[in-house]
């Protein structure tokens, strides 16, 4: 090991080289994960500055026989980007390969290097003039390396898609330490295999990204934001189609509260004024960016209300008249999972199912939860748009959160996941399966598909260097 600790030393400088050899080191920051669920121990956290540094350092860990865990931002949810507790596996973190490379307007692209921020790489877009569409909460520290590898989604999927999407051309350092240049800026290009495709998702199993080229916008004239009660999740959908047809590509955000993940926000978070949620059982927030003007955003939005409340679709609604009242109404929204994590540990579940199906996904699996773990309390919400609910599972009030959790999380996942299956759904809708959900593969995954998986991971990495015993183990 002394003699690879040598070697990636000589290749990205002393200083890049980070082990438990030094006692004033902390690694806590790249060994322990965002939810505080796994803390690894790693070899050593190496931090290349360019490509060429990633790939010698993927030749030398790949001769040493040494595994590799890539790592942005440490922002995952599913235990993917920290090392196991071996004290045997390099953490090559991408966080010093931030560049913006090239904006290209014509193109309506932007070539940027894997450890950018996201939200730096919005503001670069914003100053150049366009949009770069990605956003989650976690904009302010996930990188685009992270994003693409776990091929996020966030709020404005429902019209710019996951960030597979949003990539045109990657630049990736194989398991073996060769660099494929990817990086076109192509709409089109049918020559043979989508490779792009296959390395968003990959988390960090089938190669390393460095780079990446991504769509951009011209931004939008107008972006309002307005919130509406509904008497129900069937009324819920409903609103999605009406705002479908009404706001067309306009539509850029469909998010549903239920009634107890706000009295959560209400609860923890005072200074937050959360409109309409106590006498409602769910919350709409829906966004409508305009190409026009604000004046035909809002016309636009009325007549979409105006429908909705006819047909008993929305009982209430307020519509922003500020871009600070927007804020704080998207804040509402990215303020659930704090609050969720205030009131205690809980039971996370990120699932889709087809939108049509899911009032019934939830009525049943309410009901199912209720019968066999008595005084369970749903904290439901998540991007309707897209079928993409967080279905989180809180202890009973009062009770010992942490006793649930160890004694309660097996039977309730099975619980879900099977309702999930049951409804034509998936287990990861945008978070990725890591190590938490890998063992669910084999079970909820169709068997055709895992096989062909585990192909494509040995025709890659054979010697299973990148990111063992993540998503197939
Ligand atoms: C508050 C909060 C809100 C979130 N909201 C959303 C949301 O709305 N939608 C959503 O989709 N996700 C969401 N997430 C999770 C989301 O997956 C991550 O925030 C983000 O996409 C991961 O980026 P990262 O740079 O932090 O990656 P990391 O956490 O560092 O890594 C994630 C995975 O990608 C791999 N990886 C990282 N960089 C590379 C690379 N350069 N090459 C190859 N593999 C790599 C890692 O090995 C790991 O498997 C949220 C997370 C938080 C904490």
Redesign the pocket.
């Known amino acids: 090991m002394n003699a690879l600790l040598t070697r990636l030393r000589g290749i990205v400088g002393d200083a890049q080289v980070l082990t438990h050899d030094d006692p004033a080191t902390d690694l806590s920051a790249w060994e322990q994960d965002?939810r505080r669920r796994a803390h690894g121990r790693a070899l050593a956290v190496v931090r290349p500055a360019s490509t060429a540094e990633v790939a010698a350092v993927v030749k030398a860990c790949a001769a040493a026989g040494v595994s590799i865990?890539?790592?942005?931002?440490?922002?995952?949810?599913v235990v993917?980007?920290v090392p196991d507790d071996s004290g045997t596996q390099v953490v090559l973190s991408?966080a010093r390969m931030n560049a913006v490379r090239d904006i290209d307007g014509d193109n309506l692209t932007v070539t940027v290097e894997?450890g950018c921020v996201l939200q730096t790489l919005q503001d670069a877009a914003e100053a150049a003039g366009f949009l770069f569409p990605l956003s989650?909460?976690?904009e302010g520290?996930?990188?685009i390396?992270?994003?693409l590898?776990?091929n996020?989604?966030?709020?404005q999927v429902v019209r710019y898609g996951n960030v597979r999407e949003l990539c045109l051309g990657l630049e990736v350092v194989t398991a073996q330490g060769e660099v494929w240049d990817g990086l076109s800026g192509l709409r089109k290009d049918n020559t043979g295999y989508d490779l792009r495709d296959l390395f968003v998702g990959s988390?960090?199993t089938l190669?390393?990204?460095t780079a990446a080229t991504l769509k951009l916008y011209p931004r939008p004239a107008a972006q309002l934001t307005a919130w509406a009660a509904v008497p129900s999740l069937e009324a819920a959908v409903q609103l999605l189609g009406l705002a479908h047809r009404h706001l067309g590509a306009g539509l850029t955000g469909f998010e549903v509260m239920g009634q107890f993940a706000l009295s959560l926000v209400a609860k923890h978070f005072p200074q937050q004024r959360v409109p309409l949620w106590s006498e409602h059982p769910y919350c709409v927030l829906l966004e409508n960016s305009d190409s026009e003007s604000e004046e035909h955003a809002r016309g636009q939005f009325e007549r979409l209300l105006e429908t909705a409340f006819e047909q008993g679709v929305v009982s209430d609604a307020v519509v922003a008249e500020s871009l600070q009242q927007a804020h704080a109404l998207w804040h509402i929204r990215e303020s659930i999972?704090l609050a969720q994590a205030e009131e205690g540990l809980n039971i996370k579940h990120d699932i889709s199912i087809p939108v049509s199906k899911i009032p019934a996904f939830c009525a049943e699996t309410d009901a199912l939860l209720q019968r066999e773990v008595p005084g369970v309390r749903l904290v439901n919400f998540g991007h309707l748009g897209d079928g993409n609910l967080h279905y989180n599972v809180q202890a009973p009030e009062g009770g010992d959160a942490s006793a649930f959790l160890r004694d309660m999380e097996a039977q309730v996942n099975h619980l879900v996941f099977d309702q999930v299956r049951r409804f034509d759904g998936s287990i990861s809708a945008?978070?990725?399966v890591?190590s938490l959900k890998a063992d669910k593969l084999p079970v909820y995954k169709d068997p055709v598909a895992l096989a062909l998986m585990r192909s494509i991971k040995q025709a890659l990495d054979p010697q299973n260097i990148l990111?063992p015993g993540?998503v197939l183990n």
Do not use: K
């Open positions: 965002w865990v890539p790592q942005g931002g440490n922002t995952g949810l993917g980007s991408l894997a989650l909460a976690a520290s996930c990188t390396g992270g994003n590898a776990t996020a989604g966030g709020t988390e960090g190669g390393v990204i999972p945008e978070h990725g890591g990111n993540r």
